[in-house]
């Protein structure tokens, strides 16, 4: 499996990790068709465990880490196509309880230290005019 080398190892105390792959197909599975965690067919195991994961994965990085490995591995393929570009003009407004939203960054269970920050050109808000 590419991913793997990417992926957070068995280690320390606590419980064993249940089988990646399986993990990350249900977590594809449930972004794909839309379905609510509870839902999710008993294939992918115990959709706590889904979510638990996915959520610990984007808070400390693991994701962001693999988008990076898999264009770097289509990059040196040469399966990417970096002469068309893409720009989307359209504006996405955010919902009006959105302005009031914590600025501290998420607590990961079981750890003592905070993941890292959003993005400073996230701009929710409110509107400085103009």
Known sequence: ???????????????????????????????????????????????????????????????????????????AEGRIDRSTVSVDSTSCRAHKHAVGALTRAPRIPGRRSRPARHRSDEGLGRSRGG
């Open 1 to 75: 499996m590419r991913l793997e080398r990417h992926l957070p190892r068995n280690r320390g105390r606590g419980g064993r990790w249940q089988c990646h792959r399986r993990v990350i197909n249900g977590i594809l599975f449930r972004q794909r068709t839309g379905l609510p965690r509870r839902d999710l067919p008993p294939q992918f195991g115990k959709w706590k465990t889904l979510h638990d994961r996915h959520r610990r994965w984007s808070a400390d990085g693991t994701w962001e880490k693999i988008l990076r490995a898999v264009q770097a591995d289509a990059s």
